[in-house]
């Protein structure tokens, strides 16, 4: 049946699938990234330290990282995923409602384990497969437009959430957090996965110039091997990247222990989401036009002045909050950079299998983080070893984007 966009036009449904998938960034990345805003009142409530409670969060992270190969799986078996993504998010929902009740951090372990397999089920992962699936041209910048409204997500949520905690407690707000994010998820079940379903072409796809420019500047379709240089690099700067990241969910207790107020240290993780927002919708457009290794060199560099801004703070809001904003634009390789760097590696029809598998790597790194945080923070009293850490992390990120690049330079010549 021909198609109804013959030359790959943009329709309202490519712009529905895309605001659908903004709201799915939204909850599954938005809203999770403002989770911090609830260890402190959750650690006073079970009298535990701040190590024990990020537990929780790390081993739902852990278990939704482990668990992205099954979405792999499923769609290689041509299984609907929209019959698996609402037992996902009742998964999610059941067990957000019963850690909020819940007075055993065991109890909450485990429940963290069930809420990270069912947000496993309607993965982030989703997002940029859908996306692949419906823009062939400038998927860097549609991506990024996505993703963007994870920062949205968190730079709202924080404050809120935070204000909320106040009048109803955090029991209360922590379900209504899980509701919101679930509702964000929703949209994602009443569209075609693939235009094919529903006879339209990808956007973009079957213009001469764009076919033209992809042939030139396209994916490098390494063969992928678990063992070898590109894989090796692109599996540490995921763990290096994503782990650096962990940091946001600690800033507001790091300004609080940094002697500022809550208030503060609210809106330094919201500074930081902004950051999260604007890079995300500027490194696609870098992406698309200078391509992913100089994306990934820029906002590293702006991350690393953000590190500094942040360590030299003392008492000051101002360079506070800059570095916050500046420090939040890692996220965009985190999401984006990552997703597309895989793209570029490894090429469309790899896509799927390779990334689930860097997925498990973005859990790993996240999950591993922030215990580790946790941990330093406990045994020294100070949120300044774990900030310079972050820092050497993101300075040996872009060493090996460096030696990333060196290697792609040296395969096309």
Not at 222 to 230: D, G, Q, T, V, W
Not at 376 to 396: A, K
Request: aromatic share 10%; with cysteine.
């Amino acid at each position: 049946m021909p198609k109804t966009n013959p030359n790959g036009e943009m329709t309202k449904m490519h712009i529905i699938v895309l605001v659908a998938g903004c709201l799915m960034a939204w909850g599954t990345m938005g809203m999770l990234n403002a989770y911090g805003v609830f260890f402190t009142p959750m650690g006073e409530a079970l009298h535990a330290g701040r190590a024990a409670v990020t537990l929780h969060y790390s081993l739902r992270t852990l278990v939704t990282g482990l668990a992205a190969p099954l979405v792999a799986l499923l769609l290689e078996k041509r299984i609907d995923l929209k019959k698996t993504m609402p037992i996902g998010l009742v998964l999610y929902l059941v067990s957000s409602i019963l850690i909020s009740r819940s007075r055993s951090l065991i109890l909450v372990d485990v429940l963290a384990v069930v809420a990270g397999f069912g947000l496993a089920l309607v993965s982030y992962m989703l997002i940029t497969i859908i996306l692949g699936n419906w823009f062939h041209k400038n998927l860097g910048t549609f991506t990024g437009i996505a993703f963007a409204f994870s920062g949205i997500g968190s730079a709202i949520a924080s404050p809120i959430v935070t204000r909320l905690m106040d009048s109803l407690g955090y029991q209360k707000v922590y379900v209504l957090y899980a509701v919101i994010t679930a509702l964000m998820i929703v949209p994602t079940l009443f569209i075609p996965f693939s235009p094919d379903n529903i006879d339209l072409k990808p956007y973009g796809e079957g213009q001469a110039a764009d076919l033209k420019k992809e042939k030139q500047e396209g994916y490098l379709d390494l063969p992928y091997k678990a063992i070898s240089f590109a894989a090796i690099i692109l599996s540490a700067l995921t763990i290096l990247i994503v782990g650096d990241t962990s940091l946001n969910s600690h800033l507001p207790s790091l300004a609080v222990d940094n002697g500022f107020t809550a208030d503060t240290g609210a809106l330094l993780l919201s500074a930081s989401m902004i950051g999260n927002l604007t890079f995300k919708l500027i490194l696609g457009v870098i992406i698309d036009k200078w391509g992913v290794i100089k994306g990934f060199i820029i906002v590293l560099l702006i991350s690393i002045l953000g590190f500094g801004l942040i360590l030299i703070s003392k008492g000051s809001t101002a360079p506070l909050l800059a570095g916050g904003y500046l420090y939040g634009t890692i996220f965009s390789l985190g999401s984006l950079g990552l997703t597309l760097l895989t793209r570029y590696l490894y090429g469309n029809e790899q896509y799927n299998k390779v990334y689930a598998k860097i997925a498990m790597m973005t859990s790993i790194g996240s999950a591993a983080f922030v215990t580790i945080i946790g941990a330093l923070y406990d045994m020294t009293g100070s949120y300044q070893v774990p900030m310079v850490l972050g820092l050497l992390m993101e300075v040996v990120s872009l060493l090996l984007i460096f030696l990333l690049a060196a290697k792609v330079r040296r395969s096309k010549s």
